[in-house]
């Protein structure tokens, strides 16, 4: 599975939107890109995934460049709860394995 | 539906002990995995099955074993515990054979051995 890269932390403002980029330079064709998070001793959380399309939920929307290089999560009105350590993962199509990272720790700011 | 759910919550185990830390799930999904978190870290997967009767090896299977003859049922056995299983450990379950990185979390069980 291609290697992530993400920033240590970062912070956001309450009810402003919350951009988590994240770089997967050697994707493969058929690799997808997972977003999970993982508030404070919790277990992590599925929130969104994609394999070349931007997608959206309830949650956050993804947004996957052209080359498919890197990506961006949204969380597009943060609360104090979104504060929580966010993963980005990739793996293939069929993979049972995901790999966590160290993740980017969001910090929400009233 | 409770979800994915795991007993203990905590457990204290002495070096050479075993156990066994029980995860059920009630979505009647066919993949379930074991991982541990050690403090700072992220999760790595110790164990995954595809099915009832059908179970493999992740990245740090040393030192566990599992088993799985329900759908619903996967525990995960620590033979001579040691310091170094110190740990979270996380249950999860999926339900897609093309995309089984959607995966649902249970709530953790933090292992200390002493």
């Known amino acids: 599975d291609a290697k992530t890269t993400q920033p240590t932390s970062m912070d956001c403002a309450e009810g402003r939107a919350a951009n988590l980029p994240c770089n997967h330079s050697t994707i493969s064709g058929n690799e997808y890109v997972y977003w999970y998070r993982q508030i404070h001793s919790q277990g992590p959380q599925y929130i969104i995934h994609g394999l070349k399309n931007n997608e959206t939920n309830e949650m956050a929307s993804l947004i996957i460049t052209e080359d498919r290089k890197s990506s961006t999560l949204i969380l597009p009105h943060a609360t104090l709860r979104d504060t929580a350590v966010y993963y980005c993962i990739v793996s293939g199509a069929g993979s049972y394995q995901l790999t966590f990272g160290k993740g980017t720790k969001l910090s929400v700011i009233p | 539906n409770a979800g994915v759910t795991q007993t203990p919550k905590f457990r204290i185990l002495k070096i050479g002990q075993s156990m066994t830390l029980q995860c059920t799930q009630d979505m009647n999904h066919n993949y379930m995995y074991w991982y541990r978190q050690d403090p700072g870290m992220g999760l790595k997967l110790i164990y995954y099955s595809v099915g009832a009767g059908i179970t493999d090896k992740g990245e740090v299977p040393n030192g566990y074993n599992v088993s799985r003859s329900t759908t619903e049922d996967f525990p995960l056995r620590l033979e001579l515990a040691a310091p170094s299983q110190t740990s979270v450990y996380f249950c999860?379950?999926?339900?897609?054979?093309?995309?089984?990185?959607?995966?649902?979390f249970g709530p953790g069980t933090r292992l200390t051995v002493l």
């Open positions: 999860a379950s999926s339900y897609s054979q093309t995309v089984p990185g959607e995966q649902f």
